[in-house]
């Protein structure tokens, strides 16, 4: 039985320890509720650019588990799915610098110190970013489509 005071799945009483995302990606907390959908679209619009076929290939998702957020690169959500995964340190860096990017746009705020983790970050010129009135000039491809797969 639960003590009074306490409500089944409150963020504030989850241990610490409950690592529900094995050890994957970057969590964060959404300053509002409505966020998370704004986060989404917006990372459809930040990854790697094939300017020949004017399509931008998204790297990182955001995922919602037990009240908690996590942005992560898609081949993590590949290895959260007990795939073959060959991120590499560029990968976790520009999946790193994303989530400082949406962090100084007011988006979200990140809960892992990233510094204290000595993560990788690849330089802002490794991203591209399409903007919001140009997105219809782009094809937006995701390598992974949440729904599809198997997750955690």
């Known amino acids: ?9 409150d963020k504030d009483n989850m241990e610490k320890n409950d690592d529900i995302f094995k050890g994957c990606g970057i969590e964060i907390e959404l ?16 990854g790697v650019a094939s300017k020949k076929t004017n399509t931008l290939y998204q790297s990182c998702h955001i995922l919602h588990k037990k009240g908690r957020y996590i942005i992560l690169h898609f081949k993590e959500l590949f ?51 399409i903007s919001y009135k140009d997105k219809d000039k782009w094809n937006l491809s995701s390598k992974y489509n949440i729904g599809k797969h198997k997750l955690i």
């Open 31 to 46: 300053p509002k509720e409505d966020d998370f959908l704004k986060i989404k679209e917006t990372l459809t619009r930040i």
């Open 79 to 129: 290895d959260l799915d007990g795939k073959e995964c060959n991120i590499s340190e560029n990968d976790i860096g520009r999946r790193n610098m994303i989530c400082r990017l949406l962090e100084e746009w007011g988006l979200l705020k990140i809960v892992d110190d990233l510094d204290e983790r000595e993560d990788p970050f690849v330089p802002v010129s490794q991203i591209n970013i």
């Open 1 to 9: 039985m639960e003590p009074p005071n306490k409500k089944i799945g």
